[in-house]
C-alpha cells in the first residue's frame, strides 16, 4: 500500500530517468508496488488510489447516518443498543465493534457515561427549604450589584424549572453567591 504523496515521489523520480529498482531501494517500497503505483498514475494520470479498491463495507452510507442520527438522539446508549436500533429499523445485521468504529469516524463515542467522583458539597446537608422569592429577597440584600448580575443567570435557569427543582439547584446557587460575596473581601 502506497500512500498519494508517496506515489507522487515515485512518479518524479520515475520522469527524472531512475529506475524502478533505484526508486524502490530509495524510498523503501517493494519493486511491485513501485511498478503498480506507477501504472496506475499512468492509467489514470491521478496519484490517488481507485474507487472501490478494499473490502466492501458491511454497513453503506444510509446506515452510518442512521447510526449518527441514533447516538444524537440518546447520548447514553451503548454500542450494543444502537446496533439492535439498527437492526430494528434497518434489517442490517452488524457487530457492536462495526458501531463503535462508525461512531469513531464522525467523532462520537458510544456512550458517554457520568462522571464517578465525590460530590461538591456532603449529601447529608440538610439547607432549609428555600423559594424563589426568599432567594431574590437574601440576593439583594447581600449581593452587590455586580454579584447579582452574574447571579440572575443561574436564578433564571432555576426560574425556567419550576419552584419544585429549587431542592437540587439551591446548593448550587448558594455556593456561587458565597463565592462571589467573597471575591469582594
Known amino acids: 500500500f502506497v500512500l498519494n504523496l508517496c506515489v507522487a515521489k515515485i512518479v518524479a523520480l520515475i520522469e527524472d530517468g531512475r529506475s524502478i529498482r533505484y526508486v524502490s531501494n530509495e524510498l523503501g517500497f517493494l519493486r511491485s508496488s513501485v511498478h503498480r503505483a506507477c501504472n496506475r498514475y499512468r492509467e489514470t494520470n491521478s496519484f490517488n488510489r481507485r474507487c472501490g479498491s478494499g473490502r466492501k463495507r458491511s ?33 442490517v445485521n452488524v457487530s457492536f465493534s462495526t458501531i463503535r468504529r462508525r461512531l469513531y469516524e464522525v467523532n462520537f463515542s458510544s456512550a458517554r457515561l457520568p462522571l464517578k467522583g465525590s460530590e461538591l ?64 473581601f
Open 59 to 91: 454497513t453503506t452510507a444510509r446506515d452510518g447516518r442512521c447510526i449518527q442520527m441514533s447516538a444524537l438522539r440518546n447520548r447514553y446508549l451503548t454500542a450494543v443498543s444502537h446496533r439492535n436500533e439498527l437492526r430494528r429499523v434497518r434489517q
Open 121 to 184: 458539597l456532603p449529601r447529608d446537608w440538610n439547607l432549609p427549604e428555600i423559594t424563589l422569592t426568599g432567594l431574590r429577597r437574601m440576593w439583594l440584600m447581600f449581593c452587590s450589584p455586580i454579584s447579582q448580575n452574574l447571579i440572575y443567570g443561574s436564578l433564571m435557569v432555576v426560574y425556567a424549572c419550576g419552584e419544585g427543582n429549587m431542592k437540587g439547584m439551591q446548593r448550587v446557587l448558594l455556593v456561587q453567591m458565597c463565592l462571589l460575596e467573597a471575591e469582594k
